[in-house]
């Protein structure tokens, strides 16, 4: 899946392989590079993210390896500003009405990658805005809850959601991309630790569950059954979500286009591959 997302940014950037952050082929890069105009560092430790047993002080160390000399060598390709992803699953993050703990390891490796960024931004004299990443969803996702639904409505299954009460933000990756693109092209008009949390979909996973078989049973021309479990296990906050609604009408984006090119990946990625594994 990964491969099929940097082939998609192949007619869009330049791509650099074998170039990881905190490396000296990374340093080169931008010592090589005048006047960038912003660093997007999205990029972090993510396998077994929500396993308690997730190493944060390891995955902090690879998301700010040799950051000192990192901030160095973006001060002289004379970065103006760093756009840090963030997730609402750090510390004090959540929309919550008051502080906040981090929700699980990984959440609290980002809290501790956003304060060691912040401090070395300031250093250097670059402006610094956090993205607060919610529950993204879309085409080339990972394969998660909305995957999961797809694959067991293609084998003619009824899904079966463990989690219906916990309250989260679910967002179109499309309309996400578009305000993230939005941040980057404004960013001189934001100041140090101004930061954004986009939000679409908030409202419980069972309602969301539902809202997406809604919208896939028609597209796809399946049953999209659901059962909704009674939960009894809290291992995460009950409500994790962000605060700022975005407004589709910003960014000229299309709710019921989404929907459609949603479903045509599904149709191209997991149903006909499915058919043809079978074949």
Request: proline share 5%; glycine share 4%.
């Amino acid at each position: 899946m990964r491969d099929q997302r940097v082939k998609q940014l192949e007619s869009l950037c330049k791509v650099v392989p074998n170039c990881p952050f905190g490396s000296q082929a990374f340093s080169d890069l931008l010592l090589a590079t005048n006047d960038i105009d912003a660093y997007c560092h999205h990029g972090a430790q993510t396998e077994n993210y929500k396993s308690l047993d997730f190493d944060e002080v390891a995955a902090l160390a690879a998301n700010t390896r040799n950051i000192r000399q990192m901030c160095q060598a973006l001060v002289s390709a004379k970065c103006k500003h760093i756009i840090l992803t963030g997730t609402v699953f750090e510390k004090d993050e959540g929309n919550t009405p008051h502080p906040t703990t981090a929700a699980t390891n990984y959440g609290l490796s980002k809290t501790l990658t956003a304060i060691s960024w912040t401090h070395f931004a300031e250093e250097h004299g670059i402006s610094l805005v956090r993205f607060v990443i919610p529950n993204p969803f879309g085409p080339f996702e990972e394969p998660r809850f909305t995957s999961y639904l797809v694959k067991t409505w293609a084998a003619g299954k009824t899904a079966t959601v463990n989690t219906p009460d916990y309250i989260r933000d679910n967002i179109p990756v499309s309309l996400l991309a578009k305000h993230y693109a939005s941040i980057v092209q404004h960013a001189d008009e934001k100041n140090i630790c101004d930061d954004t949390r986009p939000s679409f979909f908030v409202e419980t996973q069972g309602a969301f569950a539902q809202r997406f078989a809604n919208e896939m049973k028609t597209r796809l021309n399946l049953a999209c059954d659901l059962k909704l479990k009674t939960q009894t296990q809290f291992s995460e906050p009950l409500k994790r979500v962000n605060n700022e609604t975005l407004d589709p009408s910003e960014y000229k984006w299309n709710e019921a286009g989404f929907w459609d090119e949603l479903a045509d990946y599904y149709r191209q990625y997991v149903i006909d591959q499915k058919n043809s594994d079978l074949s």
